[in-house]
């Protein structure tokens, strides 16, 4: 991003410079065009750049003009709460969306509806079975967008072979900046601008271009396609962290019946609060999340592990842990061993208790 950053501001110290600078930002954006769209396996026409993940989701949704839709109960907030009528599929114990509930939810109401269903779950790394709910929607005529944002760079993706019309990313999730997205559309469908004025992004997305994180977002959007054969190594270490931690305690990993991404494990800590395993890992150099939205520095119950039917007390002590890139086989011995402290400190104190 520096080389990057550097060049556009050089280049726009004048507003109303030459073409020629001009025309050096605009390759910028289009080379990222190309970038993000072989990404997703798309044409870089259909590439529709936003400023991040949330935004491409509401353009989405907001954008197409179905009167009806219908979304997995785990989608992220930005689907969920991006109109106040959305119908929501339910979702099996390891978070699977129910293609027979979303047959029958179709079925039931003839208005023109869109589906919209996630390739990879934030908090629990599940796949979704994008492809086949998109065939189902097929059948009822209705449109299908995929939130992408946590699976892209992670696994391959095909916006065609995965039958959808829509794709949405985010560049900080494949190492880019934050502040970029991209709605990505499979072919020309006729969309509503949510962000009205100029006639950006071919009238689609009005504001001026944020060249910098748009060209961040092309180049992480190259290393991410070159890198993809390298991220699946990560599931021999997260199986390693779950076959650990499962000898130390009785630890219950959500999703562990279904396919995942190779880098994310969502598990409890018997008795133990998310929130106090947080500040403990992170006392001894080790980052987690909850496995549930922070909202204001108010941790809030799961919505996904809810609709899971998980009880909220055991909710309540899940954490999310995920592997990077850069993650070394060190940091998941280093991760083992904090989370054995944390845990074996615990219920130390338990036992005095008692």
Same mark, same amino acid.
């Given at each position: 991003?520096?080389?990057?950053?550097?060049?556009?501001?050089?280049?726009?110290?004048?507003?109303?410079?030459?073409?020629?600078?001009?025309?050096?930002?605009?390759?910028?954006?289009?080379?990222?065009?190309?970038?993000?769209?072989?990404?997703?396996?798309?044409?870089?026409?259909?590439?529709?750049?936003?400023?991040?993940?949330?935004?491409?989701?509401? #353009? $989405?949704?907001?954008? !197409? @003009?179905?009167?009806?839709? *219908? &979304?997995? /109960?785990?989608?992220? +907030?930005?689907?969920?709460? %991006?109109?106040?009528?959305?119908?929501?599929?339910?979702?099996?114990?390891?978070?699977?969306?129910?293609?027979?509930?979303?047959?029958?939810?179709?079925?039931?109401?003839?208005?023109?509806?869109?589906?919209?269903?996630? #390739? $990879?779950?934030?908090? !629990? @790394?599940?796949?979704?079975? *994008? &492809?086949? /709910?998109?065939?189902? +929607?097929?059948?009822?005529? %209705?449109?299908?967008?995929?939130?992408?944002?946590?699976?892209?760079?992670?696994?391959?993706?095909?916006?065609?072979?995965?039958?959808?019309?829509?794709?949405?990313?985010?560049?900080?999730?494949?190492?880019?900046?934050?502040?970029?997205?991209?709605?990505?559309?499979?072919?020309?469908?006729?969309?509503? /601008?949510?962000?009205?004025?100029?006639?950006?992004?071919?009238?689609?997305?009005?504001?001026?271009?944020?060249?910098?994180?748009?060209?961040?977002?092309?180049?992480?959007?190259?290393?991410?396609?070159?890198?993809?054969?390298?991220?699946?190594?990560?599931?021999?270490?997260?199986?390693?962290?779950?076959?650990?931690?499962?000898?130390?305690?009785?630890?219950?990993?959500?999703?562990?019946?279904?396919?995942?991404?190779?880098?994310?494990?969502?598990?409890?800590?018997?008795?133990?609060?998310?929130?106090?395993?947080?500040?403990?890992?992170?006392?001894?150099?080790?980052?987690?999340?909850?496995?549930?939205?922070?909202?204001?520095?108010?941790?809030?119950?799961?919505?996904?592990?809810?609709?899971?039917?998980?009880?909220?007390?055991?909710?309540?002590?899940?954490?999310?842990?995920?592997?990077?890139?850069?993650?070394?086989?060190?940091?998941?011995?280093?991760?083992?061993?904090?989370?054995?402290?944390?845990?074996?400190?615990?219920?130390?104190?338990?036992?005095?208790?008692?």
């Amino acid at each position: 991003m520096r080389p990057i950053h550097h060049g556009i501001h050089v280049n726009s110290a004048n507003g109303h410079g030459t073409r020629c600078l001009f025309g050096s930002q605009r390759r910028l954006v289009e080379d990222a065009r190309d970038a993000v769209a072989a990404l997703a396996g798309a044409e870089p026409a259909g590439v529709v750049f936003t400023s991040g993940g949330s935004e491409a989701n509401n #353009l $989405a949704l907001c954008g !197409t @003009g179905r009167p009806r839709i *219908v &979304a997995s /109960a785990i989608e992220h +907030a930005s689907v969920l709460k %991006a109109t106040p009528a959305i119908e929501k599929i339910p979702v099996d114990g390891d978070g699977m969306v129910d293609l027979d509930a979303l047959d029958a939810m179709l079925a039931d109401d003839d208005r023109p509806a869109l589906l919209s269903v996630m #390739l $990879a779950n934030n908090e !629990t @790394g599940v796949l979704q079975p *994008v &492809a086949e /709910a998109a065939a189902v +929607a097929r059948r009822h005529g %209705a449109l299908v967008h995929c939130d992408a944002v946590q699976a892209a760079g992670k696994v391959v993706l095909d916006i065609k072979a995965l039958g959808v019309d829509m794709v949405s990313l985010s560049a900080h999730k494949i190492g880019g900046a934050m502040g970029s997205g991209a709605l990505v559309f499979g072919n020309d469908l006729p969309l509503a /601008a949510v962000v009205r004025g100029g006639g950006q992004e071919r009238g689609r997305r009005a504001g001026t271009e944020n060249v910098p994180g748009i060209a961040g977002f092309g180049a992480a959007a190259r290393e991410a396609v070159a890198g993809l054969g390298d991220f699946a190594r990560l599931a021999r270490w997260r199986d390693r962290i779950e076959a650990r931690l499962g000898e130390r305690a009785d630890i219950r990993v959500f999703g562990a019946g279904a396919p995942r991404l190779a880098n994310t494990s969502c598990l409890t800590m018997p008795g133990v609060t998310a929130e106090h395993q947080i500040i403990a890992l992170d006392l001894a150099g080790v980052g987690v999340s909850a496995g549930s939205a922070c909202s204001s520095g108010k941790i809030e119950p799961s919505h996904v592990l809810a609709a899971m039917g998980v009880a909220p007390e055991v909710a309540a002590t899940a954490i999310r842990v995920s592997l990077g890139w850069n993650t070394t086989e060190d940091d998941v011995e280093r991760f083992i061993a904090a989370w054995t402290d944390v845990h074996d400190r615990a219920r130390a104190k338990d036992a005095a208790a008692a």
